[in-house]
T-cell receptor, first 112, second 112 residues
Framework: QKEVEQNSGPLSVPEGAIASLNCTYS??????FFWYRQYSGKSPELIMF????GDKEDGRFTAQLNKASQYVSLLIRDSQPSDSATYLC????????????FGQGTELSVKP | DGGITQSPKYLFRKEGQNVTLSCEQN?????MYWYRQDPGQGLRLIYY???????QKGDIAEGYSVSREKKESFPLTVTSAQKNPTAFYLC???????????FGEGSRLTVL
């Protein structure tokens, strides 16, 4: 089992719809989780981080964390073509000093 | 402006040659990292450093070497021992290990 796993996609949604991106992790010691957005050919940029069970909202983005199920998700409301990118989920490797381990990323395409 | 500067952005290398990728940060961060990204893949950790004169291997350290002589600088050398060095290399830093990562713009290495 991969430490951090995401569906690679591509995920295609129409403009204005809700995009749902999912991530599972294997290390129960992980305490915080990060979502990065990466445009093609560019470096990743942080969108959200979450460390408490439940939801965290920031504008059109909502991160959801369920530690019992070892599941974290990112919802993008009112998706825009500019949201088309690869979304990377990351979690610290809890028992080895907290280095961030990344999933393989989910490619999102928002169609006008 | 504070940030991370990587150079060069693009680099071509002949097989059998060593190359060094530069990474400089002025964020006053203690932790620095090198990740490798292959097409359609997530980020894989090569090396990381928590403090000056100390660094640790990540998941794919074979064929790479690093140094951390100054807090601001964390250069990566891709040696001829690296079997498949063509990739996108990302340098990052964080205030503490496991915290939010700030990325440089990346260096794209192509072996001819």
């Amino acid at each position: 089992q991969k430490e951090v796993e995401q569906n690679s996609g591509p995920l295609s949604v129409p403009e204005g719809a809700i995009a749902s991106l999912n991530c599972t992790y294997s290390d129960r010691g992980s305490q915080s989780f990060f979502w990065y957005r990466q445009y093609s050919g560019k470096s990743p940029e942080l969108i959200m981080f979450i460390y408490s069970n439940g939801d965290k909202e920031d504008g059109r983005f909502t991160a959801q964390l369920n530690k019992a199920s070892q599941y974290v998700s990112l919802l993008i409301r009112d998706s825009q073509p500019s949201d088309s990118a690869t979304y990377l989920c990351a979690a610290p490797r809890g028992n080895q000093g907290g280095k961030l381990i990344f999933g393989q990323g989910t490619e999102l395409s928002v169609k006008p | 402006d504070g940030g991370i500067t990587q150079s060069p952005k693009y680099l071509f290398r002949k097989e059998g040659q060593n190359v060094t990728l530069s990474c400089e940060q002025n964020l006053n961060h203690d932790a620095m990292y090198w990740y490798r990204q292959d097409p359609g893949q997530g980020l894989r950790l090569i090396y990381y450093s928590q403090i000056v004169n100390d660094f640790q291997k990540g998941d794919i350290a074979e064929g790479y070497s690093v140094s951390r002589e100054k807090k601001e600088s964390f250069p990566l050398t891709v040696t001829s021992a690296q079997k498949n060095p063509t990739a996108f290399y990302l340098c990052a830093s964080s205030i503490v290990l496991g915290g939010e990562l700030f990325f440089g713009e990346g260096s794209r290495l192509t072996v001819l």
